[in-house]
């Protein structure tokens, strides 16, 4: 159970976009289209983004996507804005006895 | 509207044990999986234990696997998890989550573990 890999940081102006990637094997991230993103604001619990590699719940904007390819997922939040500003974890079902594994996480800075 | 509340957090010996719950309510509480996730300050997330709707399918993070133990009360609405034999390593932010994409989370409970 190792963690999935995400880069520390990540930056962006307003109006543009920043992709984060997700890091995993076939045994976690590649093995199933489970991959979950979160946002996490400073001493506020996390929000979930993305669900099942692609799907948005209610009431997240469009700005955020996510896309799979192999053992690495990805998510792109477009039209930055100031509120986008916080950190960003990936987590992926790992297999059977609902195991699951998260990523370090990605500090995204809007400069 | 999904509340979930965790208590049961506070300062403990290592060594001791601790019992964390997590009361829900705004949904049908018996036809999801529910997970424990943890928190260590100023660090990541980690997943530390989900439990399936029937209790059927249970798993733990290696880190506390034969020492922590997740239960659920489907007539109560609550989760638990009781962690024995604690460690330093074990302070965290234990927060409930909802469901197979953690849909939903509480506030989360302090679990600090010093002598």
């Known amino acids: 159970q190792s963690a999935l890999t995400q880069p520390p940081s990540a930056s962006g102006s307003p109006g543009q976009s920043v992709t984060i990637s997700c890091t995993g094997t076939s045994s976690d991230v590649g093995g199933y289209n489970y991959v979950s993103w979160y946002q996490q604001h400073p001493g506020k619990a996390p929000k979930l983004m993305i669900y099942e590699v692609s799907k948005r719940p209610s009431g997240v904007p469009d700005r955020f996507s996510g896309s799979k390819s192999g053992n690495t997922a990805s998510l792109t939040v477009s039209g930055l804005q100031a509120e986008d500003e916080a950190d960003y974890y990936c987590?992926?079902?790992?297999?059977?006895?609902?195991?699951?594994?998260f990523g370090t996480g990605t500090k995204v800075t809007v400069l | 509207e999904v509340q979930l509340v965790e208590s049961g957090g506070g300062l403990v010996q290592p060594g001791r044990s601790l019992r964390l719950s997590c009361a829900a309510s705004?949904?049908?509480?018996?036809?999801?999986?529910m997970h424990w996730v943890r928190q260590a300050p100023g660090k990541g997330l980690e997943w530390v234990s989900g439990i399936s709707w029937n209790s059927g399918s249970i798993g733990y993070a290696d880190s506390v696997k034969g020492r922590f133990t997740i239960s659920r009360d489907n007539a109560k609405n609550s989760l638990y998890l009781q962690m024995n034999s604690l460690r330093a390593e074990d302070t965290a932010l234990y927060y409930c989550?909802?469901?197979?994409?953690?849909?939903?989370w509480g506030q989360g409970t302090l679990v600090t573990v010093s002598s």
């Open positions: 989550a909802k469901g197979r994409g953690f849909d939903y």
């Open positions: 987590s992926s079902y790992a297999g059977s006895n609902n195991l699951y594994v």
């Open positions: 705004g949904f049908t509480f018996d036809d999801y999986a």
